[in-house]
């Protein structure tokens, strides 16, 4: 084998072989693939792109880099994915429903991109939690409770880690191909016996469009199909916070009141959890309709609570979060509404800014070496098409000073659009099945 060949290959529009993708993808990770190479293949990729064939290829290959996970349980091993989005804290409720469900739930998850908010953070805003627990403890926590959501370790998909950091920066980040391979050599090297993905779509995903949505989720799905594990898709509205709160503590607050029974604090969150994980026992072989019904129950009863609260223990967290969550998530010291300039209805939210008004409060990164203050962020953010009358506040800004209070709240009111009634798009878009 000779990388200057494949990268050659794919430069000249060839597609390489299922062998030759396999081989760069084990020298990315024993380092036989130098970075030049790594760099060279990156772009030849971005350029050119990969057949469908060539896609799933590069997508194994990188899975079986490192360890792939295989599990002995009494349930099916399903997951799930978002492209991600702003307010969207879905796993926090999915993973202890699936669980209660009896489903296992292996979720290895990410940190903030961008204006977009990483389940990592959030759950670490759990005083004492740690998501980064070795192979046995990850393994041992998914067998006992049914649920565990943590860092990847090096030993999953090590090719993604290296061809991850050269993409970042040789500008070849936004290739269908090589995001399809990055995200599903992880996901796909924790054993999953099925999984669904969220793909967003509108102002606050980094698919602005349902059509770019679309041709993700199509690659995804169908990447993933062909690596062996049953996925199906959901193109969902991010044209406005899937929750009515942005930022990592306050984010983790609203999936315990949602857990607690109470849908009405997010009810698009809570609806959408419902059909993702009702599309993933579908995927496992039960009727979608019951799945949906019973993914319900889980929640209303308390179930799903007590599954999260388990899983937060475990992970070194407080044993009593599910009873007393408001003692122990932190708080901000500046509290204070952003009132609306005018009356009218919400007519539009550009949740990209919104997002990147939480990063620049504290609760994301500007640069890599930055610590999340997991006090900080927005709550009370009004739906579209809630009308107001002037003064009203539209969200309340949690800070740690006054002077990031201040910036955040000229950043809502640029972020947030006050007009006529509109007609306010669905929550699910489209359906990618198998």
Not at 111 to 122: E, I
Not at 162 to 187: F, G, P
Request: glycine share 10%; aromatic share 2%; net charge negative.
């Amino acid at each position: 084998m000779d990388a200057r060949a494949i990268i050659a290959k794919i430069r000249r529009g060839e597609d390489p072989t299922a062998v030759e993708l396999a081989w760069f993808a084990s020298g990315l990770a024993t380092r036989q693939v130098s970075d030049a190479q790594a760099g060279a293949f990156a772009m030849a990729v971005c350029l050119n792109g990969l057949s469908d064939e060539g896609r799933v290829a590069l997508t194994t290959g990188m899975r079986d880099s490192g360890d792939v996970m295989k599990w002995d349980l009494p349930g099916p091993v399903l997951d799930k994915h978002s492209t991600g989005g702003v307010g969207d804290p879905v796993s926090l409720i999915l993973a202890p429903a699936l669980a209660a469900c009896d489903v296992f739930v292996p979720m290895v998850s990410g940190r903030g991109l961008g204006h977009t908010g990483g389940t990592l953070d959030k759950l670490e805003a759990i005083p004492g939690l740690s998501t980064a627990q070795n192979t046995a403890t990850f393994r041992k926590i998914t067998r006992e409770i049914g649920c565990a959501i943590v860092s990847a370790t090096n030993s999953i998909a090590p090719a993604d880690k290296r061809l991850y950091a050269v993409r970042d920066v040789t500008a070849t980040v936004e290739s269908v191909d090589l995001i399809c391979a990055s995200i599903l050599s992880k996901k796909l090297a924790a054993g999953l016996e099925g999984l669904v993905f969220d793909v967003k779509a509108g102002s606050g995903a980094f698919m602005k469009t349902p059509a770019e949505a679309v041709k993700l989720a199509r690659a995804l799905t169908s990447s993933a199909n062909g690596a062996g594990t049953p996925t199906a898709a959901f193109i969902t509205d991010m044209s406005q916070p899937l929750a009515p709160c942005l930022g990592n503590g306050v984010e983790v607050a609203v999936c315990l009141e949602v857990l607690s029974g109470n849908r009405a604090a997010a009810p698009r969150l809570h609806d959408l959890t419902v059909a993702l994980c009702a599309r993933v026992l579908a995927l496992a072989g039960h009727a979608e309709g019951e799945a949906e019904e019973r993914v319900k129950a889980a929640i209303s009863s308390g179930h799903a609570m007590v599954c999260f609260a388990a899983m937060v223990h475990a992970m070194g967290g407080p044993p009593d979060i599910a009873d007393d969550w408001h003692t122990h998530l932190p708080k901000a010291p500046v509290i204070g509404d952003v009132p609306a300039p005018i009356a009218g209805t919400i007519a539009a939210i550009d949740g990209e800014a919104l997002g990147l008004a939480v990063v620049h409060l504290g609760g994301g990164r500007l640069v890599e070496s930055d610590r999340i203050d997991p006090r900080v962020g927005l709550t009370g953010v009004l739906p579209l098409g809630t009308k107001v009358a002037r003064g009203d506040p539209i969200a309340t800004i949690h800070a740690a000073d006054e002077d990031s209070a201040q910036a955040a709240a000229h950043a809502v009111l640029r972020a947030v659009a006050i007009g006529e009634p509109i007609e306010i798009p669905d929550l699910i878009i489209e359906r990618i099945d198998p």
